[in-house]
């Protein structure tokens, strides 16, 4: 099963330090850009990487105490 959780970078980017300030580490977060991302190979290696982010934190017991964790990954059935 999969789902889609239409967010910005900037939100993700948000959340990771979110969460790097409760001392929760993914070492292999993309970074932040200047310029737009053109290329769609380099798009799509992003999403792989903020999907493992994503995978990371769902495995973390300590995020499932976070309000903030889950108003992000929230979802609406239209959205599925």
């Known amino acids: 099963m ?7 970078f900037s939100e993700f980017h948000e959340l990771y330090n979110m969460m790097k300030a409760r001392n929760i580490r993914f070492d292999n977060f993309p970074k932040k850009t200047i310029f737009s991302i053109n290329s769609q190979a380099k798009l799509e290696k992003r999403k792989e990487i903020l999907n493992e982010f994503l995978r990371f ?3 973390k017991s300590e995020c499932r105490e ?3 964790f889950f108003q992000f990954i929230e979802f609406e059935e239209n959205q599925v």
């Not at 999969?2 to 910005?8: A, G």
């Open 2 to 8: 999969s789902y889609v959780i239409p967010r910005r």
């Open 57 to 59: 934190l769902l495995q």
């Open 66 to 68: 976070i309000p903030e």
